[in-house]
């Protein structure tokens, strides 16, 4: 029997600087982001919080949904 471990599961990684662009520059959710990088939307929020990125207080997420409905639907 080999002595190899088989991970069961697919694990993706995310880079830190991908993930800050795609957050605080390009202004995607981590929802969006999860889609984009096949993962889960708390997967992203564990990269955020362990590569120390400031998350969006609700203000901030607010304006940001305000001003895509405004981009897409006006």
Do not use: C, H, Q
Not at 15 to 26: D, H, I, P, Q, V
Not at 30 to 35: P, S
């Amino acid at each position: 029997m080999s002595d190899k471990k088989i991970n069961s599961r697919n694990k993706k990684v995310l880079e830190k600087a991908k993930l800050y662009n795609l957050y605080w520059r390009k202004k995607k959710s981590t929802t969006e982001i999860a889609k984009l990088v096949g993962m889960s939307p708390a997967g992203v929020r564990y990269y955020l919080k362990k590569f120390g990125i400031k998350r969006r207080n609700l203000k901030e997420a607010a304006l940001i949904a305000r001003i895509k409905w405004k981009k897409n639907f006006l």
